[in-house]
C-alpha cells in the first residue's frame, strides 16, 4: 500500500459498533497513478443480515431518544468533520481523483449537512390544524420508518452519504450503507466520526460490496423499509422494480443531461467561466455536469472562440496537485464510455473543436486521464445531446431563439439541472418557469447546488423523491395523523357535524 493517509491497509464493515473483517477484498484504485490504496471488503449477503438485524434493534432505543438529543450526535459529527476537514478531502482526492479543491467543497458539503439537519432535531415540523369537530384536537407528526437502505456512488462518496444518513438518523431510523467500492474510504473515516461522535451503535452500519450481492440483498430484505438510492439509470429502474414489487419505499437520484443557456445578451466572459466550471470541473462527472451548451446563434463563434482559448488553460492531473483544475477518470471503463460517445459524435456529424482523445504520455501513462472536449454543430437528436457521458465533454447546439433554447434544453430524457445566461429579466422569469429541471441556474453553470434546498430532478432523472434539503426528511418518515378527542363521547367525523 502507498499511503500514510490512512491508519490500515484493508477496510472492515461496521456493524452494530463493531469492525468486522471480512475474507474476501478488492484493491481501491487511486486513479490519478493507478496505484492501489486500500482493499475493500466485498460482503457476502450474510453482512447484510447481521447488520440490518443489529440495526433493526438498535433503532427501536434511538426512535425513543428525543430528537434535539439525537441532533447532539449529528452536530458533534459536524465538529469533528471540520477537525478533519483537510485529512478527509486529501482521501478523498485519492481515492476518487477529483483535485484538492473540489475535494475540500465536497467535504464542507457535507459539513453544512451535519450542522442543517442537526438543527432539524428541533424542528421536524408537522402540522396542527382545526379538526372539524367541537372538543377534538388535530395534528400530523413524523415518524420514523425503521431501518433504512442507502446505496451512495463515487462521484460524491461523502456528501451524498450525508445528504442521506444525516436526515435519515435524525429522524429516528437505523441504516444499512452500502457505499460505491471505487470509493469506500470516505465511508470507513464518516463511520469512525460517527462512532467518536457517540452515536450509539447499531444506528449506522457500513456494508461494502457489490451492488450484485450486497446492494441487491438490502433491497431483497424484508426489515429494509426504504432504498434511498444515487446512481445510474440502469441500476435505479431495477431496483425501482424490485421495490415496487415489495411495496418498498425507494427514493432515486439518477443520470443528467444539463445545459447552459446563452442568449445573445449574456455576458460572455461569465458564460465561459461557467460552462468551464460545470463541464470541465470534477471532469465532467457530476449527476449536475454541463454537457450541452445552447447558444444563440448571434453570438455562437465568439462563444467557441473564448471557449477554446480558455480551455487551453485547463491543467490536467493529478489532483493533489494544488495547480491542477481537472482531475482523472474514474477508471478504465469511465475512459471507455468517453471514448465511445467521442465516435458517435463524430460518426453523427458534429464537429470537435478541442480534445476527443485520452492522454496516455509521461505523467498521464499510469492514471486514466481524457482531454477536455468540445463539440459544436451538434443538434438535438444527436446521441450526443441526449446520452449522459459523465466525463469532459461538452456540446454546442446552436439556436435562432429563446423559445427554441427551451425547447432544446427540455428535449432530453433527463431533468436534473439547466441554467441560462442573459440579462433580460423577462427571459430570466420566463425561463425559470418553462425549463423543467429540477434545478435552474440564472446566470451561472448547472453545478453548485446547496444542501438546504432540494436536490433532484424531474422526468427520467428520479422518481419525484428529493435529497438534501428539508424534503429528504419525506424520504426517511412517515406522515401520522393523529386525533385526541376530548368531549367524553364518541363523535363520528363526517356524521355527527352540528
Ligand atoms: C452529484 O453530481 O451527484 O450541485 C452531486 C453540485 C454538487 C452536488 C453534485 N453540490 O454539483
Known amino acids: 500500500m502507498t499511503t500514510t493517509l490512512l491508519d490500515v491497509n484493508v477496510l472492515n464493515n461496521y456493524i452494530n459498533g463493531e469492525w468486522i473483517d471480512v475474507e474476501r477484498t478488492t484493491p481501491v484504485i487511486n486513479p490519478a497513478t493507478g496505484e492501489a490504496v486500500v482493499n475493500v471488503p466485498l460482503s457476502t449477503k450474510e453482512s447484510v443480515d447481521d447488520a440490518v438485524a443489529a440495526a433493526k434493534v438498535a433503532q427501536k432505543e434511538w426512535a425513543l431518544v428525543p430528537a434535539p438529543q439525537r441532533a447532539e450526535v449529528l452536530y458533534q459529527v459536524g465538529i469533528i468533520m471540520k477537525e478533519r476537514k483537510e485529512h478527509l478531502s486529501k482521501l478523498l482526492t485519492m481515492e476518487n481523483g477529483k483535485v484538492l479543491e473540489e475535494a475540500r467543497g465536497e467535504v464542507q458539503e457535507g459539513i453544512d449537512m451535519a450542522f442543517y439537519m442537526a438543527g432539524e432535531g428541533r424542528r421536524l415540523f408537522g402540522q396542527t390544524t382545526p379538526a372539524e369537530l367541537k372538543d377534538k384536537f388535530a395534528m400530523s407528526v413524523r415518524a420514523p420508518i425503521g431501518v433504512v437502505g442507502i446505496i451512495t456512488p463515487w462521484n460524491f462518496p461523502i456528501a451524498i452519504a450525508t445528504w442521506k444518513s444525516f436526515p435519515a438518523i435524525i429522524a429516528g431510523n437505523a441504516v444499512v450503507w452500502k457505499p460505491a467500492t ?227 434544453n427540455n428535449s432530453v430524457t433527463y431533468g436534473l439541472s439547466s441554467s441560462i445566461f442573459t440579462k433580460d429579466v423577462n427571459q430570466v422569469f420566463k425561463a425559470q418557469r418553462d425549463l423543467d429541471t429540477g434545478i435552474v441556474y440564472v446566470n451561472a453553470g448547472t453545478t453548485g447546488a446547496e444542501i438546504h434546498l432540494p436536490f433532484g430532478g424531474s422526468k427520467g432523472t428520479g422518481n419525484g423523491h428529493r435529497d438534501s434539503g428539508v424534503q429528504a426528511l419525506d424520504v426517511f418518515t412517515e406522515w401520522k395523523a393523529i386525533y385526541v378527542d376530548y368531549s367524553g363521547k364518541l363523535q363520528r367525523a363526517q356524521i355527527d357535524v352540528d
Open 182 to 408: 471505487e470509493t469506500p474510504i470516505m465511508a470507513y473515516e464518516l463511520a469512525k466520526i460517527y462512532e467518536e461522535a457517540g452515536l450509539p451503535k447499531g444506528i449506522i452500519n457500513v456494508v461494502f460490496g457489490s451492488g450484485s450481492t450486497v446492494g441487491d440483498a438490502m433491497v431483497q430484505h424484508n426489515d429494509i423499509r426504504v432504498i434511498s438510492f444515487t446512481g445510474s439509470n440502469e441500476t435505479g429502474s431495477h431496483i425501482a422494480g424490485e421495490c415496487g414489487r415489495q411495496l418498498k419505499k425507494v427514493s432515486l437520484e439518477m443520470g443528467g443531461k444539463n445545459a447552459v443557456i446563452v442568449m445573445d445578451d449574456a455576458d460572455l466572459n461569465l458564460a465561459v467561466e461557467g460552462i468551464l466550471w460545470s463541464a470541465f470541473g470534477t471532469s465532467g462527472q457530476r449527476c449536475t455536469a454541463c454537457s450541452r451548451v445552447i447558444v444563440h446563434e448571434n453570438v455562437k463563434e465568439e462563444l467557441e472562440k473564448r471557449l477554446l482559448e480558455e480551455m487551453r488553460n485547463l491543467s490536467i492531473g493529478n489532483g493533489m496537485d494544488e495547480a491542477v483544475k481537472v482531475g482523472p477518470i474514474i477508471n478504465e471503463a469511465g475512459i471507455e464510455k468517453i471514448k465511445k460517445y467521442i465516435e458517435i459524435g463524430k460518426n453523427e456529424g458534429a464537429k470537435l473543436l478541442a480534445g476527443g482523445h485520452e492522454l496516455t504520455d509521461g505523467t498521464y501513462a499510469n492514471g486514466n486521464y481524457f482531454a477536455p472536449t468540445l463539440f459544436t454543430d451538434a443538434t438535438v437528436d444527436m446521441r450526443i445531446a441526449q446520452e449522459e457521458i459523465f466525463g469532459p465533454v461538452v456540446s454546442l447546439i446552436p439556436v435562432k431563439s429563446f423559445e427554441e433554447a427551451i425547447e432544446v
